[in-house]
């Protein structure tokens, strides 16, 4: 029997969007456990959150319907194992839990694989963009740090031993300052490489 949403009542309607398996007295006994199991399957949540559920209205004397609500996960289910759904959980870096049957599992995977692909390869991009900017950052605060002990070493109020102690430190950043720009271009040379991995494989994609 196919799921007749026109007949869904407010308040189920309002639990398909919450997506939570806490429930309130008043939405469990209200509760339409097909509406609710095609929106976990179609969202692809694993069958433990059908029990999740039933602890939550066993609280208040509800029974959950396991079969009606196997009824809808089945339906939902359906629309969560595709090709096109399983490219965009694996793009956007979602955990697949194996919830799809085994008719269904085969292309949703073929799809989850060339988004994982997409996935991991712009994260490689971006982990190396932020460990650029944190050198740049290091970089720019060592320049600070060398202006303001040059300042203080021209000034008449430092000591001699504070004058040694500050050119050693200024020697010790700007050595720092070097290894930082030999590392940042290191790592420029590795973005170039990466992009235009991402890019490949973006541009290779059978998926929109």
Not at 131 to 142: P, S
């Amino acid at each position: 029997m196919k799921l007749r949403f026109g007949t869904l009542s407010l308040i189920t309607l309002i639990l398909l969007s919450a997506g939570c398996a806490t429930m309130s007295e008043d939405e469990c006994h209200m509760a339409d456990w097909q509406a609710l199991g095609y929106e976990d399957g179609a969202e692809g949540r694993e069958l433990s959150y059908m029990g999740k559920r039933r602890e939550s209205c066993a609280k208040y004397g509800v029974q959950l319907n396991a079969s009606t609500y196997r009824i809808g996960r089945d339906e939902g289910l359906e629309l969560f194992c595709t090709e096109l759904r399983g490219f965009s959980e694996g793009r956007s870096g979602e955990n697949y839990a194996g919830v799809c049957p085994a008719g269904l599992e085969g292309l949703f995977l073929k799809g989850y694989g060339t988004g994982r692909d997409l996935f991991v390869a712009k994260s490689a991009v971006e982990e190396i963009e932020a460990a650029i900017h944190d050198r740049e950052l290091e970089r720019e605060h060592l320049l600070d740090d060398m202006t303001e002990l040059g300042a203080l070493l021209v000034g008449d109020e430092a000591t001699r031993d504070e004058r040694v102690t500050m050119l050693a430190d200024i020697a010790r950043f700007k050595v720092r300052h070097t290894e930082l720009e030999l590392e940042i271009d290191d790592l420029r040379f590795e973005l170039t490489q990466r992009r235009m991995e991402y890019q490949h494989l973006l541009a290779s994609s059978p998926y929109p």
